[in-house]
């Protein structure tokens, strides 16, 4: 996956930025890794202090030496990783986790080459609204939009809404796309009702949780209705973006194909913001170049292009 930004090529995942004020995990919430262990695995004062012996005796790490002694698995060491650096990724335990697609990497592979540059993404998208909120301009949504079909648009949302809860922010991942929705498939959600209930004022529309991942909420798209384009540029959707900007620290919204309706312009204008998805081979880059400029000549901020290559 390369990013274009309007000065900027990423070539390959950089090192993640450091966490936020705000996001950081007070150094009194800190437990040493063997502490963890020894309450998930259960392991005595003796079998510590022979791990002790063999760290310091073959200069490893705690949990490598842990490892190499056959006392846990790799998987015990990375879930007691995931506790020790409060980094929410659901496990095998968890209800429903196995719905969960396995093209969300995010959750499934988090430490993965390609989450590591998904995350490279959400540096190079924090940077740039920073930049912009620090210029006194208000906080917007991010609209993920492709031209055409198949281009991974929707995956590309999902994985990011996933790694910006990852960091402890309150995100919402909305599927505005009420022609051919697919969040609902990623996450596992069964006959949904979601945004086109809600814009129709259909009682019990609400928004769903995902299994160890507490700061992700999903807004699925529901039924599909026959007029989505005038549904979203009802003042209602207005409105209900101001609550969600409000109540959420990252608000993603997945979007219908811009070459196929006007839905993805209009969203990008509700949304503030926009990111655009193109696929090497598949995209035709001379119906993209047009809309990029057709977008930045309207009041939506494009954040950049990302070439998909997953």
């Known amino acids: 996956m390369a ?7 990423l070539a390959g995942p950089p090192p993640d930025s450091a966490p936020r004020p705000d996001t950081a995990t007070p150094s009194a919430r800190y437990r040493a890794l063997g502490s963890h262990l020894r309450e ?3 392991l005595s004062d003796a079998q510590i202090e022979e791990i002790l012996i063999c760290q310091r005796r073959d200069g490893l790490r705690f949990g490598e030496a842990a490892v190499r002694l056959s006392l846990v698995t790799r998987d015990q060491l990375q879930q007691a990783l995931e506790r020790q650096f409060d980094f929410p990724v659901p496990t095998d335990d968890q209800a429903d986790t196995a719905s969960l697609s396995p093209e969300l990497v995010m959750a499934h592979l988090p ?3 390609a ?3 998904f995350r490279a993404l959400r540096s190079q998208l924090m940077d740039s609204a920073d930049t912009e909120q620090a210029a006194g301009m208000p906080r917007r949504a991010l609209a993920v939009l492709s031209m055409g079909l198949g281009e991974g648009k929707s995956v590309l949302a999902a994985n990011l809404a996933v790694s910006f809860s990852q960091l402890g922010l309150r995100t ?3 599927d505005a796309n009420l022609r051919r929705p697919r969040v609902h498939a990623l996450f596992g959600i069964e006959r949904p009702v979601g945004l086109g209930g809600l814009l129709c004022g259909r009682p019990g529309a609400a928004m769903y949780g995902v299994p160890g991942l507490p700061r992700l909420s999903l807004l699925p798209a529901g039924g599909l209705p ?3 384009l005038e549904l979203i540029e009802r003042p209602a959707f207005t409105l209900l973006m101001h609550d969600w900007l409000e109540s959420f620290d990252q608000v993603i919204v997945d979007t219908p194909a811009a070459g196929a309706s006007a839905d993805a312009r209009v969203l990008a204008t509700k949304c503030g913001a926009a990111l655009l998805v193109a696929r090497p081979g598949r995209s035709a880059m001379a119906p993209l170049q047009k809309f ?3 977008l930045r000549s309207g009041p939506a901020r494009v954040r950049g292009v990302v070439f998909n290559e997953f």
């Open 3 to 9: 990013v274009i930004f309007p000065a900027t090529r």
């Open 40 to 42: 998930s695995v259960h």
């Open 111 to 113: 430490f993965s080459p």
């Open 115 to 117: 989450a590591e540059r």
């Open 172 to 174: 919402l991942l909305v």
């Open 226 to 228: 026959p007029n989505p």
């Open 292 to 294: 990029v400029a057709a």
